[in-house]
């Protein structure tokens, strides 16, 4: 297990922190006001994302084992990418073909932006997010590690080359909508050369009993990503209405920063998950999961104060802008924040496991409304500062809630596991 996590984390981490490795030349070639924009569509386009896959990943990465012939996989699989599409064009045709988008953009946006010249942009973005993740998935599920590694490998090197190549070129340009472009161009680009490896298995037949199976288990997930949508958007939907790009900027900064701690435990969970669920023994779960969240949280606390210090170092020797100093004052909050985001998962694996995903729906309702009451009213107040805060309080929420929820089902589980005499 540990040479398998070993093999594919190595090469997807560096794909996820390349962008936070060449910061500093990102910050040079863009101004702080681009800079905060750009943040502000990405977070906007990985948070609609999240909801957008409809929690259809969920049923591969729970069946894909469950089938023992290729046939059958191949029909959960043609299943899944069936209802993804028709459930996905029936959202986003409409949305786009009665320009209920511009309605959307003006709730969301309170500086003004010239979101015509992003349509597009920000279309093929969401689009290509999505089927990203859900080929990562797959490609993880399946165990296809070399192919995996090398699709990660390509993103690193074509998509930072070409964007760094472009900005510079076409630095007289919107350079928030030439990174834009250039990224998900690439990336559109890659996933088309790879998808063929997905496309092998299928089997063209649509099975309703999976369908159902499978919407069982995803419309609960999809619904926790819609309250996520507030829980994990708010301080930044806030902090438009009430700051500005500029100091938007050095937030998003400093939540790219903190970001390594997510984006690690990202890969590793996306490498951990089909693990967890080959895995039927609920005892050997729970003592696995119970280490891994030890180890984890020493980890991503090591990891936490050596982003502070290399922050430090790199603002002290002028490497990025001393503008951005503010996101020194920032970050120890973001850090904390996101070890809490990042362990949380270890627990909600279990509700997969357990098939009751419908739990997730109802906790994500009740920290949703955490989060917006101590956004509304600690935001206009602290700014930035107040926006740490609460994302703090309610990733603490989420992690004490499933925490005490999964502690009661594995109990509830263990005593219901007959007893062999010997």
Same mark, same amino acid.
């Given at each position: 297990?540990?040479?398998?996590?070993?093999?594919?984390?190595?090469?997807?981490?560096?794909?996820?922190?390349?962008?936070?490795?060449?910061?500093?030349?990102?910050?040079?070639?863009?101004?702080?006001?681009?800079?905060?924009?750009?943040?502000?569509?990405?977070?906007?386009?990985?948070?609609?994302?999240?909801?957008?896959?409809?929690?259809?990943?969920?049923?591969?990465?729970? /069946?894909? #084992?469950?089938?023992?012939?290729?046939?059958?996989?191949?029909?959960?699989?043609?299943?899944?990418?069936?209802?993804?599409?028709?459930?996905?064009?029936?959202?986003?045709?409409?949305?786009?073909?009665?320009?209920?988008?511009?309605?959307?953009?003006?709730?969301?946006?309170?500086?003004?932006?010239?979101?015509?010249?992003?349509?597009?942009?920000?279309?093929?973005?969401?689009?290509?997010?999505?089927?990203? /993740?859900?080929?990562?998935?797959?490609?993880?599920?399946?165990?296809?590690?070399?192919?995996?590694?090398?699709?990660?490998?390509?993103?690193?090197?074509?998509?930072?080359?070409?964007?760094?190549?472009?900005?510079?070129?076409? *630095?007289? #340009?919107?350079?928030?909508?030439?990174?834009?472009?250039?990224?998900?161009?690439?990336?559109?680009?890659?996933?088309?050369?790879?998808?063929?490896?997905?496309?092998?298995?299928?089997?063209?037949?649509? !099975?309703?009993?999976?369908?159902?199976?499978?919407?069982? %288990? =995803?419309?609960?997930?999809?619904? !926790?990503?819609?309250?996520?949508?507030?829980?994990?958007?708010?301080?930044?939907?806030?902090?438009?209405?009430?700051? !500005?790009?500029?100091?938007?900027?050095?937030?998003?900064?400093?939540?790219?920063? =903190?970001?390594?701690?997510?984006?690690?435990?990202?890969?590793?969970?996306?490498?951990?998950?089909?693990?967890?669920?080959?895995?039927?023994?609920?005892?050997?779960?729970?003592?696995?999961?119970?280490?891994?969240?030890? *180890? %984890?949280?020493?980890?991503?606390?090591?990891?936490?104060?050596?982003?502070?210090?290399?922050?430090?170092?790199?603002?002290?020797?002028?490497?990025?802008?001393?503008?951005? #100093?503010?996101? %020194?004052?920032?970050?120890?909050?973001?850090?904390?924040?996101?070890?809490?985001?990042?362990?949380?998962?270890?627990?909600?694996?279990?509700?997969?496991?357990?098939?009751?995903?419908?739990?997730?729906?109802?906790?994500?309702? /009740?920290?949703?409304?955490?989060?917006?009451?101590?956004?509304?009213?600690?935001?206009?107040?602290?700014?930035?500062?107040? =926006?740490?805060?609460?994302?703090?309080? !309610?990733?603490?929420?989420?992690?004490?809630?499933?925490?005490?929820?999964?502690?009661?089902?594995?109990?509830?589980?263990?005593?219901?596991?007959?007893?062999?005499?010997?």
């Amino acid at each position: 297990m540990i040479n398998r996590l070993f093999a594919v984390l190595s090469i997807d981490i560096l794909v996820k922190l390349a962008g936070v490795i060449l910061l500093p030349v990102y910050l040079r070639l863009m101004t702080q006001d681009e800079y905060g924009l750009y943040g502000y569509l990405l977070s906007i386009i990985f948070t609609f994302s999240v909801v957008l896959n409809f929690g259809l990943y969920i049923p591969i990465s729970k /069946f894909y #084992h469950d089938f023992e012939n290729e046939e059958d996989k191949g029909r959960l699989l043609f299943t899944i990418f069936c209802l993804l599409a028709v459930i996905l064009t029936l959202v986003i045709f409409p949305i786009y073909f009665f320009n209920w988008d511009y309605i959307l953009v003006k709730i969301l946006f309170k500086n003004q932006i010239h979101y015509a010249e992003y349509r597009g942009s920000v279309l093929l973005a969401l689009i290509v997010t999505i089927g990203n /993740f859900m080929l990562t998935n797959f490609l993880f599920t399946s165990e296809k590690i070399r192919q995996l590694k090398q699709y990660n490998f390509l993103r690193i090197i074509c998509i930072n080359i070409l964007a760094t190549t472009f900005l510079f070129i076409l *630095r007289n #340009h919107d350079r928030v909508r030439v990174r834009l472009e250039t990224t998900y161009l690439v990336e559109a680009i890659l996933f088309l050369s790879f998808v063929f490896i997905f496309i092998k298995e299928v089997r063209t037949r649509f !099975s309703r009993k999976i369908a159902l199976a499978g919407l069982k %288990l =995803a419309i609960p997930v999809m619904m !926790s990503a819609v309250f996520g949508i507030i829980i994990n958007f708010s301080d930044k939907f806030f902090l438009e209405k009430y700051g !500005s790009f500029k100091e938007m900027s050095y937030y998003y900064l400093a939540v790219s920063c =903190a970001g390594v701690i997510p984006m690690i435990f990202a890969s590793f969970q996306n490498a951990w998950l089909p693990l967890f669920l080959k895995e039927k023994d609920l005892r050997k779960n729970v003592v696995k999961t119970n280490k891994l969240i030890i *180890r %984890l949280f020493v980890i991503f606390a090591v990891l936490s104060c050596s982003i502070q210090i290399f922050v430090w170092i790199i603002l002290s020797l002028g490497i990025i802008q001393s503008k951005y #100093h503010e996101t %020194l004052y920032i970050l120890p909050l973001l850090l904390i924040s996101q070890i809490l985001s990042a362990l949380t998962p270890l627990y909600t694996n279990y509700l997969v496991y357990f098939e009751k995903t419908h739990v997730v729906s109802v906790t994500g309702l /009740f920290v949703c409304c955490v989060s917006l009451g101590l956004s509304l009213f600690l935001i206009p107040r602290y700014g930035v500062y107040g =926006a740490g805060a609460v994302s703090i309080a !309610s990733n603490a929420c989420y992690f004490a809630i499933y925490y005490f929820i999964i502690r009661f089902y594995i109990q509830k589980k263990i005593n219901e596991i007959p007893v062999i005499n010997p």
